[in-house]
Structure formats: C-alpha cells, structure tokens
C-alpha cells in the first residue's frame, strides 16, 4: 500500500512484510522447480505438477479460495504470491 499511498508512513507508521503461509510456500516451490514465474500463472502457463499443487493449495488456502472456479484457481495463486498481505505497525 505505501507504493500507492504514502500516508500510512506518513503517519509515522513501519510497513512489515507478512510471512508466506504454508500453502503459499509449496505452490512458489512448485512453481521455482517448474522454472515457471507467478505472473506465467496467471496468464495459463502450467503443468501436471502444478495442477497438482493447485488443488493441494485450493484444499490448504480453506474457505477463501474453496469457492474459486477452477480456471481461476491459478490467477487466484499468482495473486497471492504477487501481493504478499504487509502490515503496518506504529514507530520508525
């Protein structure tokens, strides 16, 4: 959010960037073995190893991601390596 807008570190506020949740974790390791980068997800670039991945992770990432239509289980993936969730905590 600070590369949109400034105004949380201009209120005095640290950006931390959250650690990648397990899920996350395999499917990014199943994509670097695969040589396959997370904007290629997105834009339908896959294998079997990988659609294998992406229903372990749809089964993992729970409720949020169980009612994605199969052909958006991908981007959804590639959304979630590509905007990793940061949180911004008071002081310098």
């Known amino acids: 959010m600070a590369a949109i807008s400034p ?9 931390i960037e959250m650690p990648i949740c397990r899920a996350d974790a395999r499917i990014a390791d199943a994509l670097a073995h695969e040589r396959i980068e997370p904007w290629q997800l997105a834009s339908g670039v896959t294998t079997p190893l990988i659609d294998r991945e992406l229903k372990r992770w749809q089964l993992r990432r729970g409720a949020a991601v169980r009612s994605v239509a199969p052909e958006q289980l991908a981007v ?6 590509l905007a990793r969730p940061r949180a911004y905590v008071c002081g310098g």
Do not use: D, H, I, S
């Open 76 to 81: 959804e993936a590639a959304r979630r390596l």
């Open 7 to 15: 105004f949380l570190a201009n209120a005095g506020m640290r950006e």
